[in-house]
């Protein structure tokens, strides 16, 4: 083969990806190049290593570019206080291996930026969770001098897949994790050492049972644990490996491990599977023999692969928010299924897929943000999701946890419009196979409280997009928000619209969750009163700061400007709400009128966040990536993206081999508005787009203007239950 042939062949992935050193036009000269104006000559002997010279150039260009994005990543982000509830904890993409000092005081992760007093280490967590955490197995402290007592932090690194601490008692501390497998390297002075191990250890009462069994200086077991909430119980499998220990004591689940008083450094291997012991030894024993910069690098390197498949060009301090907010959108669902398609399902049994399995969800908070960015960044992946869901309807599907749960998890509604947009979007889903299972769910959906209606509401009109044969059913009952909506949510002169879980509502106020109707925005316009009494009243709401950006049920209420006379007010509040100093009033624990927040909602440190406004799986990190890329579902359930300035000059989505690239020339943070899109050169004329659109890769060219304009106001989008 010439190197011709290997060039295109082989790098023109490779190749490509040089857009992102220089821009499109570097690509499109590069390739040209190569192609024309080296053809002639690239069977000559002279000339090949000039050939290769070039291909190395270009890759090394790429190679530097595509490790950048790590090197963007604040992964201590939200780690302090009641503000995101994350941690910088070294894990891998969508795998349940998360190692991390527990502190005191913790947070739900177990870890404070702030606290200096560190118990030990833990093994796993689900990041940016309520209900006071869940997780924390596991727990390794080292020691000295058979003194076990807690360790002083006087300093500490973090990046994606790695952790380090030095502690005031000369013990230090090296982490890395990839995949399921984590190396953690202990440093200790002279003199007596050890380390204590806790397998009854976990967050917030939360431990069930252990077993292990030894193996010299091998144990191999299963620890289980209750959910997040306490609800379900869940299993991991583990293989721990400590080869220079030199005595075992073991008391219960409490095991004191000597190490040799001459070795000054003394390795811990871990390994977790979700299907069974053997596989947590099968991995263990695959990276045994790594040294620990390898496995640091391979942790480095998957970061890497993951960050890439979003590239953005612009502000310097934008671009590292953007990067450590990706970052918390990749945690989770974890990866549940083995190399040979084993998985367990939440019937507790062993079941077999050529499709990666995943489980660990929290749909409820994260299905209008999370799922859909995953869609977009990772198709392959998403099609491993969504038929995870699925099988939650096969296997023991559970509103918030059964007690067979492969992963550690917390919610799962809306399940049922999830799959709907997976179908919508072309996804192999086989709603036959699970037509009984989806049906009797909808007997446990709530119409007993006013929010809960609402949302009822939704998936029945989910269902009727799912099976079109019933879809009368199923409608006549979407319908019936009208009556509640009317009954609840039209006066807003009562005196409790805007406290906090009024009429037993959860986390959100009246006025907060009437707009909660996505899948009928026509129909809720005119129960607002028609399309002028409908932008004042989304006027009110948002000039008056009663929306609460701390939690999910009026997240999506900003596309509501695309149905109202002022679309261009969406663009507005989307930076608005990303980037500006705002008011807060409203958080998980109060009413109106109690101590407003002033000042950015999202920003690069460890209080990130609102007070009580947790990320939630990747919930509310997720809603700032797509902001910031210009794209935000309106009505999950409906293949429509709307359309904003994004925050950066470019943003290139790899997108299934067909790689789409939005551009925006003039932008600035002054220039909030659209003045036009063009499509591939063609004027869009809307403010939206579709997902089959999307998916054709191409050129999104967005002209941003200072003021406000009627661009696309003519053709909206707006949901509406009588298309059906």
Request: charged share 25%; proline share 4%; hydrophobic share 35%.
């Amino acid at each position: 083969m010439s190197i011709l042939e290997e060039l295109i062949n082989k790098k023109h992935q490779a190749l490509k990806k040089i857009v992102v050193c220089y821009g499109q036009e570097l690509y499109r000269l590069a390739f040209r190049i190569v192609k024309n104006q080296f053809a002639p000559f690239i069977h000559m002997k002279n000339n090949r290593l000039y050939m290769k010279k070039l291909l190395l150039s270009l890759m090394l260009c790429y190679a530097t570019i595509a490790g950048a994005q790590t090197d963007r990543v604040n992964v201590f982000l939200g780690s302090s206080g009641d503000h995101g509830q994350l941690s910088p904890a070294a894990s891998s993409p969508f795998h349940q291996l998360s190692i991390v000092p527990y502190t005191n005081p913790g947070t739900h992760t177990g870890y404070e930026h702030l606290a200096k007093e560190i118990k030990g280490f833990t093994h796993n967590r689900l990041e940016g969770v309520g209900c006071m955490g869940s997780g924390g197995l596991i727990l390794i402290r080292p020691f000295i001098k058979n003194d076990i007592k807690p360790l002083n932090k006087i300093d500490e690194h973090a990046q994606p897949g790695y952790y380090a601490l030095k502690t005031a008692e000369g013990i230090q501390v090296e982490v890395a994790v990839n995949n399921d497998f984590g190396r953690e390297q202990y440093t200790f002075p002279v003199g007596r050492k050890g380390l204590f191990i806790d397998f009854g250890h976990a967050f917030n009462g939360a431990f069930v049972d252990n077993e292990f069994t030894q193996e010299g200086n091998l144990l191999f077991g299963k620890v289980r644990a209750k959910t997040t909430c306490h609800v379900g119980t869940y299993t991991i499998y583990y293989a721990l490996e400590i080869p220079t220990a030199s005595g075992w004591r073991k008391e219960g689940n409490k095991i004191w491990v000597d190490l040799k008083e001459e070795s000054l450094i003394a390795d811990v291997n871990i390994a977790f599977s979700a299907v069974d012991q053997q596989d947590a030894r099968k991995t263990l024993a695959e990276y045994d023999k790594l040294d620990f910069s390898t496995v640091k690098k391979r942790a480095a390197d998957r970061w890497k692969t993951a960050l890439s498949v979003l590239q953005v060009k612009g502000d310097s301090d934008k671009v590292d928010l953007f990067y450590s907010l990706l970052y918390r959108s990749l945690q989770s669902p974890f990866v549940i299924s083995d190399e040979q398609g084993n998985f367990r399902g939440t019937d507790g049994k062993i079941h077999r897929s050529k499709e990666t399995r995943y489980h660990g969800w929290a749909i409820w908070d994260n299905y209008k943000t999370q799922l859909p960015l995953l869609e977009l960044i990772d198709t392959e992946m998403y099609q491993g999701v969504v038929s995870s869901i699925a099988d939650l309807y096969r296997y023991g599907k559970f509103d918030f946890a059964g007690a067979h749960e492969p992963a550690n998890s917390v919610r799962t509604e809306h399940a049922a419009v999830v799959l709907l947009d997976a179908v919508k979007k072309g996804y192999r889903v086989d709603i036959d196979g699970i037509k009984d299972s989806l049906i009797y769910d909808t007997l446990r959906y709530d119409f007993k409280k006013p929010d809960k209606y609402l949302e009822a509401c939704y998936d029945m009109w989910a269902m009727s997009k799912l099976f079109p044969q019933n879809s009368k059913t199923y409608l006549e009952r979407a319908k019936s928000y009208q009556a509640i909506w009317n009954k609840d949510f039209k006066d807003l002169t009562k005196r409790d619209v805007d406290r906090m879980s009024a009429r037993d509502m959860y986390q959100g106020t009246i006025r907060q969750y009437r707009w909660n109707v996505p899948f009928d925005v026509m129909g809720l316009r005119k129960l607002a009163g028609g399309e002028e009494n409908f932008t004042q009243q989304l006027d009110e709401f948002y000039d008056g700061y009663y929306f609460n950006r701390a939690n999910e049920p009026d997240m999506q209420s900003l596309t509501l400007y695309n149905a109202s006379k002022t679309p261009w007010r969406y663009q507005e509040w989307i930076h608005r709400i990303a980037l500006d100093t705002i008011i807060q009033y409203y958080f998980n624990d109060n009413s109106r009128g109690i101590g407003a927040h002033i000042d950015r909602i999202y920003k690069n440190e460890p209080k990130a966040f609102v007070r009580t406004m947790d990320d939630d799986a990747g919930a509310m990190s997720s809603w700032w990536v797509l902001s910031a890329i210009g794209l935000q579902q309106p009505l999950v359930g409906e293949p429509i993206f709307n359309i904003s300035v994004p925050f950066f000059d470019q943003i290139r989505l790899e997108n299934k081999g067909n790689p789409l690239t939005i551009e925006v020339p003039n932008r600035s943070d002054k220039t909030r508005y659209i003045k036009s899109i063009k499509l591939n050169g063609r004027d869009l004329k809307r403010l939206w787009i579709t997902h089959e659109e999307l998916r054709k890769g191409g050129t999104l060219q967005i002209e941003s203007s200072e003021i406000p304009t009627d661009y696309g106001r003519d053709d909206p989008w707006i949901s509406h239950m009588d298309n059906n």
